[in-house]
């Protein structure tokens, strides 16, 4: 799928694994990844609903605060509501309200965006400063990260130690070979002796949750 944005100043290739900026002879890097994501951010890509994600999200302190707070219970209506990673819920709204039809690529650019946007801050998954803290949501995420620990001991353990891996996630998005791509990019087909983890589901969420988790102190707690 290719998407063109005339006057931004930035083309986009867009695949299934990644974006990168194209146009100007390079690859992609973590700069122009994070600068396509600001303007996928303020820019709808569908001429037709000019409405981005900034014209309601519009706050820098509330969205500073974004990346550290994933995973966390997307509170939809019913059966839909589960615990989502940050990339997902960017993926799903991308896919709603700009009609992409493969939402990861500009969801990947986002994503970089606005964990650039609050870089610094620690992983406090369910929980975002300043914001109504909710116990049922935040015991729905504890029974994800209990999933994921059990999901990590059978998929992963063998080779990866805990700490390391829980270290590991916080470097994602990254470019790799000149491409945007997400954690859960590279963990779908990370192990091959088992069946992938699909991008956007649950148990990919789950092992995301549990590896954030541990990076965060344990599982997330109400603060007092």
Known sequence: MRVRRVGLGVVLAL???GAAPVGSGGA???????????????ESPDPRSP????????DPAATREWAASFPKLKPEPPPY????????ANAEAVRRHYGVAEPRPVATAITAYLAAH?????????????????????????RSVARGQGLYARRCAACHDESSSGEAVTRFPRVQD???ESLEAFLEHHTTALPPLAWDGQPM????????????????????
Not at 28 to 42: H, I, K, N, Q, Y
Not at 118 to 142: D, H, K, S, W
């Open 28 to 42: 992609a890097t973590m700069d122009s990844l994070v600068a396509a994501g600001a303007r996928w951010w303020r």
């Open 81 to 88: 509501a589960r615990v989502m990673t940050f990339l997902q």
């Open 51 to 58: 409405v981005a994600c900034a014209t309601c999200h519009h």
């Open 178 to 180: 000149g491409r945007g």
């Open 118 to 142: 609050g870089a610094g801050r620690p992983p406090t998954p369910g929980i975002a400063a300043g914001q109504p803290v909710f116990p049922a949501r935040l015991a729905e995420l504890a």
């Open 15 to 17: 695949s299934a694994g």
């Open 205 to 224: 969420a789950d092992v995301i949750a549990y590896l954030l988790a541990r990076r965060a102190g344990g599982p997330a707690k109400e603060q007092p």
